[in-house]
């Protein structure tokens, strides 16, 4: 099983960059697929990117550009690097975890907030 918990939201002002990180516990965060949702206020809940265990990345295209997801396997940890931000990337962010395309062992972190500011 895993658990995650994630850091480095906080408050930055538009154009600025944030670096959040997901640090998970357990053996088999490598083979995990690893992804970074958010939710902002009254709007469904929307994955931002993702990674595999064996490193391919794919990204909502309202980040492309912008966002950069990458895994340490060492540390056990994933990353979303944001730059260039804008208001609308104000939200909560959330890490998830999961093993296989179905999906196995399914998990959240408790989230972080983004508030971008213009």
């Known amino acids: 099983q895993v658990q995650l918990v994630e850091s480095g939201g906080g408050l930055v002002q538009a154009g600025g960059s944030l670096r959040l990180s997901c640090a998970a516990s357990?053996?088999?965060?490598?083979?995990?697929?690893m992804n970074w949702y958010r939710q902002a206020p009254e709007k469904q809940r929307e994955l931002v990117a993702q990674?595999?265990?064996?490193?391919?990345?794919n990204y909502a295209d309202s980040v492309k550009g912008r966002f950069t997801i990458s895994r340490d396997n060492a540390k056990n940890t994933v990353y979303l690097q944001m730059s260039s931000l804008k208001p609308e990337d104000t939200a909560v962010y959330y890490c998830?975890?999961?093993?296989?395309?179905?999906?196995?062992?399914?998990?959240w972190g408790q989230g972080t907030q983004v508030t971008v500011s213009s």
């Open positions: 998830n975890a999961f093993l296989g395309p179905s999906r196995l062992y399914d998990t």
């Open positions: 990674i595999t265990s064996g490193g391919s990345t």
């Open positions: 357990g053996s088999i965060f490598s083979i995990m697929t």
